[in-house]
């Protein structure tokens, strides 16, 4: 049965193939001559550990995935479409069910860190809940298979001594910047944590550089904060230049005097050069760090000097990266996830148009003289738009201090009657 299964959707994606012309000379070429299985080019569990363990990666994540998706969303559809209303709600309940926006915190850190999340559709007969898979678990080798077109075939799952195959149905697959039509996406600390290989020399990744200059700063303070000292007693006999070996050995961190009786005597600090200056290095290697994390904000907080107009401008260079990937993350979710809610509730995914927005709704701005006409014109035409208790209490959410309502007013003389 299964085979049967396997044929008919091979079937169905040459069928694809064919509408969109097929491998004629102004359709689809193949990519590959046969079926190809691909893994990422830096491992995605070396890059949870940069992000876990360096302080500046952390940084450039957290900074841009909270810029994008840390404001929250509300959704909007078409208001000409008749069910608009039942549309919108179908999508806003699904959301709340499984806390979509909670969902994207996670998914927009994985995005941007490693370029890709993957997200499993739970749908036993519709789709009912969403649940983000381990990005570790797409490690091996054959973590995605993709036939000679470059459509998926399947998503090979392996975590935690647990595999699965999964069709690619089944995945939601954030592939952000895919190069050179990679089966993954490329986020920000691949290229902190790439070699480069130039005619036939390596260069180390910029992580790496980074390291071992803050592995070897602790160390340099610990060997010159209490620096060698080669101590000079000129003729002094073997068994008395034992006996100031064994005192000056006992020497305590905090530093010792000590009274000889030999004028001859010298003592003399091994300190480094002065004139071996590494600052425009450390720079440039930092600089480097800091342009493959592509926000400004982790330089603008430990860099002294920056004006305000350099801050603003570097940050407004930055909100371009994030409105990019907003646009990005928006897509998908409006594609993978809202269309086919609206679809299996029996409407129309096209007509509703639902839309993803970040951000709060804009609430409209509402004045004393927007209340007085409101209720002038309440009391004008006999309708009542706005109760006399409701004008008072916006007319103190506006700062007036009123005294007590109408309602316990007319409710205390009624007790005293």
């Known amino acids: 049965m299964s085979t049967i299964l396997k044929r008919v959707k091979e079937l169905y994606r040459e069928a694809k193939r064919q509408r969109a012309g097929g491998n004629t000379g102004g359709g689809l070429l193949p990519a590959w001559p046969i079926t190809s299985s691909e893994a990422p080019t830096v491992s995605f569990s070396d890059i949870l550990t940069a992000y876990q363990r360096d302080p500046a990666c952390k940084a450039f994540v957290d900074f841009l995935a909270d810029q994008a998706v840390g404001m929250g969303f509300f959704t909007t559809v078409n208001s000409d479409y008749e069910k608009a209303e039942e549309a919108k709600q179908t999508v806003d309940d699904f959301c709340e069910t499984v806390n979509l926006d909670g969902l994207m915190q996670v998914g927009a850190r994985e995005i941007v860190a490693c370029g890709n999340s993957f997200w499993l559709k739970i749908e036993p007969e519709q789709l009912e809940n969403l649940k983000i898979l381990p990005v570790t678990a797409f490690d091996d080798a054959r973590a995605v298979v993709r036939d000679q077109y470059g459509e998926v075939e399947r998503y090979n799952y392996s975590f935690d001594g647990v595999k699965s195959v999964f069709p690619p149905e089944k995945i939601i697959h954030f ?197 007085v006409r409101l209720a002038e014109v309440s009391a004008q035409f006999g309708v009542v738009y706005v109760s006399v208790e409701e004008v008072r209490h916006m007319l103190v959410k506006l700062g007036f201090d009123l005294s007590e309502s109408v309602s316990s007013k007319s409710s205390a003389a009624t007790e005293e009657e």
């Open 175 to 371: 592939r952000w910047n895919p190069v050179n039509f990679g089966a993954f996406g490329v986020g920000l600390l691949q290229v902190l944590l790439q070699e480069l290989s130039f005619n036939g020399e390596t260069r180390q990744s910029f992580l790496e550089m980074k390291a071992r200059l803050e592995k070897v700063m602790p160390e340099i303070f610990e060997k010159y904060a209490g620096p060698d000292e080669l101590w000079l007693f000129p003729g002094v006999s073997a068994e008395k230049l034992a006996e100031y070996q064994r005192l000056i050995r006992a020497k305590p961190k905090a530093g010792a005097r000590f009274v000889y009786d030999r004028g001859d005597a010298d003592v003399k600090t091994v300190a480094v050069d002065p004139r071996a200056r590494y600052e425009a290095y450390i720079d440039h290697v930092l600089n480097q760090f800091y342009l493959g994390g592509q926000t400004p904000l982790p330089k603008l907080f430990t860099t002294p000097g920056f004006t305000e107009a350099s801050a603003r401008a570097a940050l407004d260079m930055a909100e371009r990266k994030v409105m990019a990937l907003q646009r990005f993350i928006k897509r998908v979710v409006e594609r993978d996830i809202f269309a086919p809610l609206i679809g299996q509730a029996g409407l129309d995914p096209k007509k509703a148009d639902c839309r993803l927005v970040w951000g709060l709704p804009e609430l409209p701005k509402v004045g004393v003289g927007d209340v």
